[in-house]
Each structure stands twice: as structure tokens, then as C-alpha cells.
């Protein structure tokens, strides 16, 4: 898998220094307020471990899993194969997400969310790539790890294809292998 990255663009320990940095911000941002965490499946899950051990006040921890890409494409349809369990009326939710990408998803979310009246909704993501931002998405994230370049990155947590999620780095895929 290894072989397949053209430049690491975050290491391991950046990755954990940034979200230990995160981890103090929202623990003083959501003290006395018992928060639900909401992670996005599938690309959150390395995160979503990593930050909620990080975040040291009492939460609730949920999921969901929606579906909008196909290979290295957003198809822009939003399916949501599970929602959140959690009741989230008048709750503070936090929305953990691996990378802010289009938007397409993140404004779903949101918005889907929202429909269940929460107290607040506010958005910690990994990752921030502005550059592909779609038009008329003006959704903001609250708290960012980095900020990256517009490049096909994988690993922690992140895929093509299903295959590199586990690589402990963030890494650019070189292209020739999505581009078979």
C-alpha cells in the first residue's frame, strides 16, 4: 500500500499533536453541556476513536453513514444508510467528520440534523479542503486539524476504494492509481 503514496502529507504524530490540541478546545467548549457526538461513517472512525479519547468531559456517541461517492467522484445524491439513534432535541451536537471536501455530505448532515432541533450544532473535521468546495456551499467548519491542497489523500481513515484506511499517515495517492 505503501508503495502507492506519492508524498506523506501528514505524519502520524502531526496527526496526534493536532488532535490533542483539539481535544483541550473541546473540552473547555463543551464542559457542562454533555454533548452528542456524531461521527460519518466510514471515514471518521480512525479520528472519531483517536479525538473522543481527547475530549474529557462526559458525551454521547453516535453515527451516522450516509453514501454520495463512487471511486474518487462525488455522484452529489445523499443516501443515509443509518441515522443517528440518539434523541438530539435540545442537545449540543458535535459533528466529527474525517475531511470537509465538496460540502455536498457536510451540508446534508447539517441540515438533516438540524430538522431534529438540536441546542447547537457546531463541526470538528480532520481535514479541510477548500479548494474543492462546490458552489453556494458556505458551510463552515468550527474547529479544523489542517487545512490540505486540493490532492487525493488516504489513509487514516480515509479511501479509495475501500483500501488504505489503515495506513497510520495521511498520504497523496499517486495518480496513476486511480486513474486506471
Known sequence: MENDIQQILLTQEQIQNRIRELGQVLTAEYADKNPVIIGVLKGVVV????????????CQLDFMWL????????TGKMLVRQDVTADIKGRHVLILEDIYDTGTSLDFTVRHLAEKEPASIKICTLLDKPERRRPGITLQADYVGFT?????V????????EKYRNLPFVGILKPEVYEK
Open 154 to 161: 488516504v489513509g487514516y481513515g480515509l479511501d479509495y476504494n
Open 47 to 58: 479520528f472519531y476513536a483517536d479525538m473522543i479519547r481527547q475530549i474529557k468531559v462526559p
Open 67 to 74: 453514501s454520495s461517492y463512487s471511486g474518487t467522484n462525488s
Open 148 to 152: 490540505i491542497p486540493n490532492a487525493f
